[in-house]
């Protein structure tokens, strides 16, 4: 239920993995591609992602996605500049290939992982082919149901390839935080036992938040220097204060799932004494008294016989006189 990216481990009990999907958000442009990259870095991201494509190899002339993809298509050459810079700012780069192409190319330049697109969720031919490369592998379940996801994680087991990490996501975009339906996560996680996360296709940051407070392994997001540029996607993106803003919540909820183990905090510990309590005398208790319950009470601090021997001490012989209010210790009864 673990995986490797890049030298980070993904699971259970490990920081959220936290893609930054610049996707089309370059606008054609390697100078703003690089400034997604640094900033993505400089925000705390753990990768940023991209997609590589020839729009003629995975779009129809006639389809009306053709002419927005053409227009965002970067060149082959751009992509293996833009891992080499990613390589050098220290942060790591992978991308979601649309086509077969594509894929041998990115496999080419030497990327540490592969992303799957939702929209490539049914493209079976082409998972199987990036599975083959037994290259760690993020795949997208936008629009899928559970029979599909299966039969997706079925063949990649089946090509060898155990090392992929499962998406939920919300083909919607920008996505409703009301169609979120996290739950989604914890049905995936225990149906395929890999890590899984949330790939948020919308403008909240609170669906997120909830989404690592859930127990996400990773997180993606989209993910733009400026709101406002020109594109289908910048105005639902999240730009560089954001992104810092949403890294820095998400580690705090890391830190508060904790470890698991029911036991005292260290600060807990400070005043666990002052706040528990003991058994003590409610009024004054004569030598050689036998002592009733009418006699005690249970009282902070706790620094006598503790309140579940209540009854064992009743109908004990008081050894020595005890003084209304003192907490009653073992010596001082038989």
């Known amino acids: ?5 890049d030298g980070k481990v993904i699971g259970p009990h490990k920081p959220t993995y936290f893609i930054a999907e610049a ?4 606008n054609t442009d390697i100078k703003l591609a690089k400034k997604l990259i640094e900033e993505a870095h400089n925000c705390g991201a753990d990768a940023v992602k991209f997609q590589t494509f020839k729009s003629e190899k995975f779009l129809t002339l006639t389809s009306s996605y053709y002419n927005g993809f053409k227009q965002a298509e970067l060149s082959y050459d751009k992509f293996a500049e833009l891992k080499d810079f990613a390589k050098s700012v220290g942060i790591t780069f992978f991308s979601a290939p649309f086509d077969i192409e594509s894929a041998d190319f990115l496999k080419k330049i030497g990327v540490q992982c592969f992303k799957i697109a939702s929209g490539d969720f049914t493209d079976l031919p082409l998972i199987r082919h990036v599975a083959k490369m037994n290259v760690p592998m993020i795949i997208s379940t936008g629009v899928a149901n559970m029979e599909e996801v299966e039969e997706v994680v079925n063949l990649c087991m089946f090509e060898s390839n155990k090392k992929i990490a499962l998406l939920h996501c919300i083909a919607h975009y920008p996505t409703d935080p009301e169609e979120a339906n996290l739950l989604a996560m914890d049905t995936m996680r225990k149906k395929f036992h ?20 859930m127990g ?22 999240i730009d560089p204060v954001g992104l810092k803003d949403l890294i820095s919540k998400i580690r705090i909820v890391e830190s508060m799932h904790g470890d698991g183990v029911k036991a005292p905090q260290i600060s807990e510990m400070e005043i666990r004494q002052d706040i528990r309590k003991s058994i003590t005398a409610a009024e004054d208790i004569s030598e050689n008294e036998i002592i009733t319950a009418e006699k005690l009470l249970t009282k902070r601090p706790a620094i006598g ?30």
Not at 23 to 26: A, P
């Open 1 to 5: 239920s673990y995986l490797e990216i």
């Open 216 to 237: 996400a392994n990773l997180i993606e997001k989209h993910f733009t220097i400026d709101k406002k540029l020109p594109g289908p996607d910048h105005f639902f993106s």
């Open 23 to 26: 996707g089309l958000n370059h």
């Open 194 to 213: 890999v890590p899984v996360g949330y790939s948020d296709n919308g403008e909240s940051l609170l669906v997120d938040i909830v989404a690592a407070s």
């Open 305 to 334: 016989i503790k309140p579940k021997y209540f009854e064992r001490v009743v109908g004990k012989k008081a050894n020595k006189k005890i003084k209304k209010d003192t907490a009653i210790q073992w010596e001082d009864i038989s």
